[in-house]
């Protein structure tokens, strides 16, 4: 489990980077290591060289401002999950946050790194998903805006080009009223959810005005459960309606079986997910 | 007289250091230019290589060797059958160091690169292309064993490597006498000891001394030597084997010889460089030994009052492509089937099937989760169809205290002896985990939990447990004259165990000394060569007595030399602090002293020599300075040679809730008896419980080496094989009960497997609880993912 040889350059701009990364087409950032180390090691990946962003000041840094939590890409896990104003805003963060790997893998794991990886389990792109965020991207011609519904393709593959880097995650703040949860189901505490559902309810009077629901784990990206959200919005969030909605939600169910979980236990798992936080997300509405 | 250490919770002695990070695991050796070792791995199940070209990796600059079978000489070899049996078809096939012109396994060793480090040597690997023709498997084990499956070896037919059976009493007349009868099919998967130390080996030759060292973390440094002089035809003298910290082995490093542990000694002495190889994750999942498939049919005949008058058991065990450990894993199961129960007729059948996977030999536990699993299992089925409680089955067919020692004529067990139960109290730990659980007071809460539609539920699991197997062990006891230090020694290595600590208990027990004083030594072949290895829970009761009966001699000797230094007589003596005192006296004089002035002297290096001469003389003889027929010095050494296994026992239970909407639980409570007689250290019994239980927790719901259809590995990192972490197992409350073992002069048993048997069961029982207002059909597997949970709801679900 050694990687193959590799060159490994650590720039100080972003620019420097991005032409680091322009300049060999087998060339990948390094944000924290947790996930592209390992495929290293394991030699599923072999890049023949590193782009080290740790050294770019300008890629850190938490700052809440206009409704919106703007995360530098190089922002540790762990910085974001201990963050008060950020988790003030929106506290879905922490929760989800809470779910990502271990507290050792967090304190190196970056926000970035977990959203550009766009592992199809992971629980970062579900919460930027459900919440509606966007991402800035840099490359050598400049830099773009990317929505979260448009950056995901599928398992660990995003509409970035090889030659730019993800520079901030933006998430906005939970709108008022809004209820929100995420709960997964791992098979041990830190691991790649089975599934993860992410749901937002915000409320008028007892009625559910907006519902914004997510998954992770369950296809090959982390997918809007549209279907489930109709079940809910404009109505009371009752049982009724949240065995609706996690009935609705088995739709979009399309991971094959794997040596952990088959078809039909995830789809009954989702569904359970989804009447799981939307219940909670009610209960915190309410408050 | 001084406070006794035996009993006593002492911290453990090496923890310290480790903690520190002092150990010197075989990565931490550092051995000047030493070369690294990496190998190349079949990609399939079961083929034929038409051809292995090496030359592009020969060419690479930083490469120095490549192997394969055809330049490794007369290593080139089917390596022993460790353990032969006369059921065992054609002898039995056992593994080679480098595959010649066939594979067995995916992960099989081909060649074996070494080079200047290891990423030059894995760089090479990929350059070497090996031309297979694939051919089918079956993985299957029942279907393997059908008329036409695909063979693994082409002359071993239906591919059954074994087949045996053992009876007790008359199994055919106690099924006829029966008035209910209960039959259970329980499987179990193939897992894994995944210890945090992979294989890891270093050898360095000397070509001056002809001396060969080698260190190799593995739990037998004696019998490695000796499989190695007998490989290269060296004399034993002139080879060392050292296991220095070993991360852990559970059995997996028992196995002799898997391929690095005598070619990295090979190429040392070919190269004439120190070479290393530290095996990594992945080569440690398809490489290294496996165990635990297993499927049962075990039936019960009962009287309608639940005592169980007959037993068969009819079991397929997966050896893997090869059976070097010979039927040990089997035949334990097959002995461990009647658990603590009376059980009078019993009927075992074992079939040994051979499977396109690496070699099965024991992992902690060694068939007995299985055999506990399926004698458990059907207990509960046959207490269910009876209408009686769970545990009270158990209470009425627990063989008695008065009834031992409790024989099983006809049921040989891993010793090759009749199982032969010494004592055991099993009632009376029923009745301690019942009264702490509070069985009754739960049955209140679990059904008020049921009105709320919450399920709660309760799973019991006993087991008994063969311990300290023979043939013997020695211990070894030396005073330091110098330092006055109690320098004991034995033919074990340790994996973690806590050996220093208890071994240095016993020891300081007789000769009066701070167990800090004791200096322990095992793992080197230099400092102790006479004994066996660390496995089957045997080290403290065998070792331990081997070293008690050392240090009995060697108080004596103390004792004798004390009193004619201070002039009196030995019922005169006492010992204690690391002196000899004249009981109700002051004076008393140190082991120091008392070792220095056993030695005649020519020189006093120190003070304790000095006033050594202060004291009559140690030894009061005529004639030259040592006596005929007297050694200098305070040694000992003893041996210890069990008259058979002695059988530990236990019981565990649980309380758990489970959420069916999820097919997932909660451990609520466990709580676990492991009686092993006398306990040398309480603290360490729970630690070694403690982590068996991890394990077992492993094995209920996690471990499984899964493969696909045609044979590939598919769990081989730890994202695919799933371990607990410490947040899935549970705070276990570990009761203690001490019913001494009749057959050994410290009346111990062994801890070291215990923890991992029941656990499955545990968990089984408790999850049918539970969901027994879901109608869930019976548990059978494990271990038992949500998936297989989903299943049994969804069944359930459909029949109503
Ligand atoms: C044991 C373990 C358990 C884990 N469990 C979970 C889990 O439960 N949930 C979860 O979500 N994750 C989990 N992870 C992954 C972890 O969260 C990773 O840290 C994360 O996915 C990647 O972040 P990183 O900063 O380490 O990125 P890296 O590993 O450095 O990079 C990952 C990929 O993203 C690219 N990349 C990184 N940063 C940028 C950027 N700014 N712009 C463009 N491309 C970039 C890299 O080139 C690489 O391809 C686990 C990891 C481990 C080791």
Known sequence: MKPALFDYVAPETVEAAVAALAGDETARPLAGGQSLIPTMNFRLSTPGRLVDLGKIESLRGIAVENGSIRVGAMTRHRELEAHGAANAANPLIGEVLDNVAHIAIRNRGTVGGSIAHADSAAELPCLLVASGGTVSVQGPDGSREIAADDLFRFHMTTTLDQTEILTEVRIPALPPATGYAFEEFARRRGDFALAGVCTLLTLEGSVCREARIAACGIGARPIRLAAAEDALRGRVVDEDARSEAGEAAKEYMTAPADTQASVAYRRDLLAALVRRTSETALKRAGR | ?????????????????????????????????????????????????????????????????????????????????????????????????????????????????????????????????????????????????????????????????????????????????????????????????????????????????????????????????????????????????????????????????????????????????????????????????????????????????????????????????????????????????????????????????????????????????????????????????????????????????????????????????????????????????????????????????????????????????????????????????????????????????????????????????DVKDVIFVEGDTQAHEWGVATFASRAAVVSGNAIHKAAVKARARIIAAAANMLETDEDSIELRDGRAWIVDGNRSVSLAEIATASNPLRYAFNEASQTATQFAPASTHDGPPLAEGQAPGIEETDYFSPSHATWAYGVHAAIVEFFPDICSMEIRRYLCIHDCGNMINPMIVEGQVMGGIGQGIGGAFYERCAFDDKGTPLAANFMDFLMPYATEVPDAEILHMETPSPLNPLGIKGVGEAGTIPVSQVIASAMEDALAPLGIGPVRESPMSPDMIHGLLSEARSRR
């Open chain 2, 1 to 513: 007289m001084s406070t006794r250490q035996f009993g006593e919770p002492v911290q453990r002695n090496a923890d310290p250091g480790l903690l520190k990070g002092e150990g010197a695991f075989i990565d931490d050796i550092s051995l000047p230019g030493a070369l690294h070792a990496a190998f190349v791995r079949s990609q399939h199940a079961r083929a034929k290589i038409r051809s292995i070209d090496i030359s592009a990796a020969e060419a690479m600059p930083d490469v120095v060797a490549v192997y394969t079978a055809d330049n490794i000489g007369a290593l080139d070899v089917e390596l022993p059958m460790l353990i032969p049996h006369p059921c065992i078809t054609s002898g039995g096939k056992t593994q080679r160091p480098l595959a010649r012109d066939d594979v067995f396994y995916a992960g099989q060793c081909i060649a074996m690169i070494v080079a200047v480090d290891r990423y030059a040597a894995e760089d090479a690997c990929s350059l070497i292309e090996v031309d297979y023709e694939p051919l089918p498997v079956e993985l299957d084990l029942e279907k393997a064993i059908a008329d036409g499956a695909p063979p693994v070896h082409d002359d071993i037919p239906n591919n059954i490597a074994a087949h045996f059976v053992q009876e007790s009493g008359d199994a055919d007349a106690a099924f006829a006498a029966a008035e209910h009868t209960t039959t259970v099919r329980v499987r179990l998967e193939r897992s894994t000891a995944a210890p945090m130390e992979c294989r890891a080996v270093a050898a360095r030759w000397d070509g001056v001394s002809g001396e060969l060292t080698v260190w190799d973390s593995t739990q037998a440094t004696i019998s490695v030597r000796g499989g190695l002089a007998s490989l290269f035809d060296i004399d034993e003298d002139r080879i060392r084997v050292i296991a220095p910290n070993v991360g852990g082995g559970f059995g997996q490093k028992i196995m002799m010889f898997h391929p690095d542990e005598i070619l990295v000694p090979f190429a040392a002495m070919q190269l004439d460089r120190p070479v290393k190889y530290i095996e990594d994750r992945v080569e440690n999942f398809i490489g290294a030994s496996q165990e635990r498939a297993q499927i049962h049919e075990i039936a019960l005949a009962a009287k309608k009052d639940g005592t169980v008058l007959g037993l068969r058991d009819s079991f397929i065990h997966d050896t893997g492509a090869f059976i070097p450990y010979g039927i040990a894993i089997a035949q334990v199961a097959s002995t461990s089937i009647a658990g603590p129960y009376r059980i009078p007729d019993i009927w075992v059948e074992m079939t040994l099937v051979y499977t396109p996977c690496v070699q099965v030999t024991p992992y902690r536990g060694c068939g007995r989760p299985q055999a506990c699993f399926a004698i458990e299992r059907a207990l509960d089925r046959l207490a269910d169809e009876l209408g009686i409680d769970r545990t009270e089955i158990r209470r009425r067919n627990f063989i008695g205290p008065g009834e031992f020692p409790y024989k099983r004529d006809g049921l040989l067990f891993a010793d090759g002896l009749a199982v032969n139960y010494d004592s055991g109290e099993y009632e009376k730990a029923l009745d301690l985990i019942t009264g702490t659980v509070d069985l009754a007071g739960f049955r209140k809460e679990q059904e008020a939990a049921r009105v709320e539609g919450r399920y709660l539920g309760f799973g019991i699991g006993f087991y008994v447990e063969g311990t300290g197997l023979g043939p013997y062990e020695g211990g070894h006891v030396k005073v330091h004259p110098i330092t006055g230090k109690v320098y004991v020694t034995t033919g074990l290595t340790s994996q973690g165990q806590g050996h220093e600590t208890v071994f240095a208990q016993i020891a300081a027990d007789q000769v009066g000394c």
